[in-house]
């Protein structure tokens, strides 16, 4: 029998990376069994994707966990493990100058939705743990309980730029109002920055004179479902024994 890599999968909207990912674990192309599909957001179309492929599927409702912390967090709300003050000086998220209060509530809110992320996952076992659109930042409280051993790095990002240019939330609008002629994607590995991780893999692509933002996006997302998929291959690649 074939050996493979467990892969559980984090989303928050459509779900065409994943979509694409799956295609690729379906056919062979890439030696991985996707394990689980969570959503920080109910009724996303990539949960239907997961399902109708035969993967297991929950939802963390972030944005209800967030409305309920503005309401007050208390100690007892908050993981037994949680250390605000290890955490903090971990994160490389805030600037220098973000007054405390604010990060304070950031990460304590995080926190508590991340326990309950990995209260979902912990049941399966899982050698990868990849984000296909998960549009939310994670915190070294999540990082450290997935990347349980020093130097090895278990979560896996998309990011529509070639970074290290233009992190954030937007690299194919920042790419494109900054007038490069050459866009792209980047796969890393998470770190507690904000894509800063090592990269594994990245993919270019041609920007006309005439392209508008949307043709930067199609071009983007086409490479995006070519690039994820094979850094996961290389992934399992590096982790499975050889024959």
Known sequence: MEKKIKVGTLISGGGTNLQAIIDAAHSGRISADIVFTGSDTPGVRGLERAQKAGIDTFVVDYSKIIRSCKKGIEDTDLPEDF??????????????????????????????????????IRPYEMDLLVLAGFMRVL?????????????????????????????????????????????????????????????????????????????????????????????????????????
């Open 83 to 120: 250390d605000f003050e290890e955490i903090k000086a971990k994160q490389r998220l805030f600037k220098t100058g973000i007054p405390e209060n604010q990060v304070r509530f950031f990460l304590k809110s995080r926190a508590m939705a991340e326990k309950a992320l990995l209260d979902r």
């Open 139 to 243: 915190t070294p409280y999540f990082i450290d309980r997935i990347n349980t051993v020093p130097g090895r790095h278990r979560i896996m990002n998309i990011h529509p730029a070639l970074l290290p240019s233009f992190p954030g939330t937007d690299g194919y609008g920042d790419t494109f109002r900054y007038g490069c002629k050459i866009g792209g994607c980047t796969v890393h590995f998470v770190d507690y920055g904000e894509d800063t991780g090592p990269i594994i893999g990245q993919k270019a692509f041609e920007i006309e004179d005439t392209d508008t933002l949307e043709d930067v996006k199609r071009k983007g997302l086409t490479k995006e479902w070519e690039l994820y998929p094979q850094c996961i291959g290389k992934f399992a690649d590096s982790v499975l024994p050889k024959d």
